[in-house]
């Protein structure tokens, strides 16, 4: 079991932390085309900051992987959604755009996810593998890129041109991820001939 979770762990992350630098590199051209408009307009530090906001991302997404062998669930994080009265409303649109990526993201790669699932709850025999412990959901990729760059403190527009940007890189890409997933699990005779048909 852990063998396994560490394949997968090691394939996946490397992977998902690959289109993170892709994203953020893809952000801070955008965000730097917009600021050409403006004078004196002081940018995001994602040229300096990149590698240390994919480290973080990968430590977070990592986290989910090891809470399977140790049988930890996470919390559900509701300090973003407790205090809504008190989110700039420019925060709340990078927030919401978040959600709507994540649950676009959970249905698009639908076939792909559902086999990754399945074989992942496989390998839990005492574990129901579901959106809210599986390490590669969305939700869990997503919430790992936004613990991520949270020390950064960014202005709401430019969270939200970097959420775009990770949506299109990561989101866009993760049919894929899923796809070495599976065949990780494949190769170690997990449910290889799993054969399940989106509806």
């Known amino acids: 079991m852990k063998e396994a979770v560490n394949k997968l762990k090691l394939t996946s992350v490397s992977a998902l932390t690959r289109l993170v630098l892709t994203a953020l590199k893809n952000a801070r051209i955008q965000i730097e085309a917009q600021a050409m408009q403006f004078s004196g307009t002081q940018l995001p530090p994602l040229r300096e900051e990149s590698h240390a906001i994919a480290e ?10 090891d809470d399977l062998i140790s049988h930890r669930v996470k919390e559900q994080e ?22 709507g990526m994540v649950n676009h993201a959970r249905n698009c790669d639908i076939q792909q996810y559902i086999s990754f699932t399945t074989r992942l709850d496989t390998v839990f025999p005492n574990l129901h593998i579901d959106e809210t412990n599986n390490p590669l959901d969305p939700e869990q990729i997503g919430e790992s890129f936004s613990e991520a760059i949270r020390p950064l403190n960014l202005k709401a ?25 599976n065949e990780v699990m ?10 399940i048909k989106a509806s």
């Open 56 to 65: 973080r991302f990968m430590h977070n997404l990592n986290g989910y992987f």
């Open 78 to 99: 509701i300090d973003e959604y407790g205090n809504l009265s008190l989110v700039d409303n420019d925060y709340l649109e990078a927030i919401i755009a978040m959600e």
């Open 157 to 181: 527009h430019y969270l939200l041109t970097i959420y775009r940007e990770f949506n299109k890189a990561v989101f866009h890409n993760l049919e894929e991820v899923l796809a070495d997933a």
């Open 186 to 195: 494949i190769g170690m005779d997990i449910l290889p001939k799993l054969d």
